[in-house]
């Protein structure tokens, strides 16, 4: 289990790094749309949806996402109301309890969850978005070693008892000594991030850290009223492609404005 486990990873990371460095922006987003319509068809899945009404919900929000990556002027509205729904829909929805009864709005809220983080990763600059993901990346892992060694008070037992403060911590831990090591050594952020900006910087990082978190929570509300352990088997050893995107849904639109301000996209 753990070598096909590790073998999808590098198969994967192998194609993403490929499709974002080589491929122009026009193909990327094309990639993307089809990575999002997997997802999309997975979610509509976990909403009690099945056949040609899966497949159209996923062409929908794949559709969407290139209306939004060519419409240029699309792209910061939707990055806004996607951070929007993340920081104030979901912690209320989560608090309140995700059910089975909630389906309808779940495929509207698969719309704004998938369509503007596809939006954004196409947006951003490859290398940017490749230190975003690796931010989520980081603190997923930080956040996972963590609470395994000492995961005591969970976070949120009814929605996944697997993950606990002590996690939290560790992600946060991971994120900051991260976003550091990104501001020192890449031109790119390097030569932005100067003095009082540090603060800014490190409190953006924390912010997606928190985001990813939140992403990930909402994922597993998702799966849990449809009584599903993953959200697919598409990926061996992974389960589903929204399993694996799903922090990052959550962190792309929040990045794609945190660097707009910074002024380094």
Known sequence: MFARRLLTAAALLGAFLGAL?????ASFAAIVA??????AHEWARLCGLRGARAAGYAAACGALLLAVSYAGALREPAAWAAAAFWALVVPAWLAKGVSAGARTWLLAAGLAVLAPAGAAMVALPPVLALLTLGLVWVADTAAYLAGTAYGRRR?????SPGKTWEGVAGGVVGSVIY??????FSPSLGRLVQGAIWVAFLAGALLLCAASIVGDLFES?????????DSGTLLPGHGGVLDRIDSATAALPVALLLLQALGAT
């Not at 509300?221 to 352990?229: N, P, T």
């Open 21 to 25: 460095f080589c491929l122009d922006r």
């Open 221 to 229: 509300a998702l799966k849990r009223q449809a009584g599903a352990k």
């Open 34 to 39: 089809l990575v999002v319509a997997l997802a």
């Open 155 to 159: 976070l949120a037992p009814s929605i």
């Open 179 to 184: 976003a550091i090591i990104c501001a020192m």
